[in-house]
């Protein structure tokens, strides 16, 4: 991507240009890096219609990128080269999009590249995160195990997303089904009743007079109803895609009454676990900090862990900046990461706090499944004897006069 920045040199002078970079993320770095004071920094691409269309069809999944790490991890482990690694790798990925990825990525490497500075160029695909592990190893000369580490901790992320994912799937589809069963009686069904009931001059129970003019009402303004809807679902949609929206959906979710605790839960724990592998790889910790910060899935913790990384360069100890954050991180990361700063184990303690608080998800998880399947039951036989109940009650009525 093209990126024009204006910014001033070490001597004061304004200066205008072009960048390019994966992101903007990474022109800023460059930028940074040349010793510049940015003052601006904006997009140059003319954006086109088919954008959306191209991103989806160039979308690697996190399952092909998680497949990738651990086959690079095992020839990694075996001691084969690096480039002979990508190699092999390059033959045993199906994903063509991926897989031309890695080709490009073989090329940079034999041509004089770094592997990060090589995976930089791919940041669309690999996260920040994923590029400074490598980055640190490079520096290291621990490329092997830190890919180990990335493999095993993108398939646990990966193991935990699933369920989660799992876990909604079913009540998402029930409740969908109740809501296109619901429809189709109230808008086809009970107005071919309206006629038996007018006829019949039987009074009518007060259920089933609001299923009628709901029913008459679908049927006379469905197209508007459903125009008006599809407005609605857009403008929500963009909305929540905005700067401002993905606050306001965050803040939403981490305050609902069951599940603002399983979102917390998943937060902490990929903060804890992917600044303790960061750590281990040699990063220091503000800077570990601000890397885990992108990964974590979340706006409102993210500028959390952000204001954790200006305490920690301020001289703060991370344990009491966590502390002084205790509506977002509990109390109990806060004890062992100042148990992990008096012993020098700070990477094991976030370790096993990211352990915890995993373990912690996953059970709450566990209970949500089995008490949402009965629930759900609960609710739609409420809403089928609803139905029901409108439909039968004037035909017992009906029934009671003759």
């Known amino acids: 991507m093209k990126f024009k920045y204006t910014a001033r040199t070490q001597t004061g002078e304004l200066q205008t240009g072009f960048v390019e970079g994966v992101n ?3 022109a800023y770095n460059i ?3 040349n010793n510049l004071y940015l003052l601006s920094l904006e997009s140059a691409e003319v954006p086109h219609w088919y954008d959306p269309i191209v991103n989806f069809l160039k979308k690697v999944k996190k399952k092909d990128v998680m497949i990738l790490t651990r086959q690079l991890a095992v020839l990694l482990n075996a001691k084969i080269s690096l480039g002979d690694s990508l190699k092999n790798v390059y033959k045993q990925t199906p ?3 991926l897989r031309e990825v890695i080709g490009e990525i073989s090329s940079d490497v034999d041509s004089g590249l770094s592997f990060s500075q090589a995976l930089e160029r791919h940041g669309n695909i690999f ?3 994923y590029i400074s592990m490598i980055r640190s190893a490079e520096i290291t000369g621990r490329v092997d195990e830190v890919v180990n580490y990335l493999a095993d901790y993108l398939e646990k992320d990966y193991e935990f997303s699933s369920k989660i994912k799992g876990a909604l799937t079913y009540p998402i589809i029930v409740v969908s089904l109740l809501f296109v069963v619901g429809a189709i009686m109230i808008g086809f069904v009970f107005p071919q009743l309206t006629p038996i009931f007018a006829e019949s001059n039987v009074p009518l129970p007060l259920i089933t007079q ?5 029913g008459n009402f679908l049927l006379q303004w469905w197209l508007a109803i459903i125009i008006f809807l599809a407005m609605v679902v857009l403008s929500l949609i963009n909305y929540f895609k905005s700067s401002e929206g993905k606050v306001v959906w965050d803040e939403t979710i981490i305050k609902l009454p069951v599940f603002g ?3 917390k839960k998943t937060y902490v724990s990929r903060f804890a676990e992917s600044t303790s592998v960061l750590i281990k790889g040699g990063v220091p910790v503000a800077q570990a900090l601000e890397i885990s910060s992108h990964t974590v899935g979340s706006i409102i913790y993210r500028d959390a862990i952000k204001d954790l990384a200006d305490a920690v360069r301020e001289g703060v100890l991370l344990s009491n900046a966590l502390e002084q954050n205790s509506d ?3 109390t109990l990361v806060s004890q062992m990461v100042a148990v992990g700063e008096s012993t020098g184990q700070l990477d094991e303690l976030l370790a096993r706090a990211g352990s915890f608080y995993n373990r912690e998800a996953g059970e709450t998880i566990d209970n949500l499944v089995e008490l949402i399947q009965p629930a759900i039951m609960i609710v739609m036989g409420v809403a089928v004897g609803i139905l029901f109940a409108a439909v039968l009650l004037p035909m017992y009525n009906l029934v009671q006069t003759f």
């Open 210 to 214: 609001v299923f009628l003019f709901m």
């Open 31 to 33: 930028l940074i890096g």
């Open 24 to 26: 903007r993320e990474a």
């Open 127 to 129: 996260s920040n995160f």
């Open 95 to 97: 994903n063509l999009v």
């Open 261 to 263: 605790s399983l979102f």
């Open 328 to 330: 977002y991180f509990p």
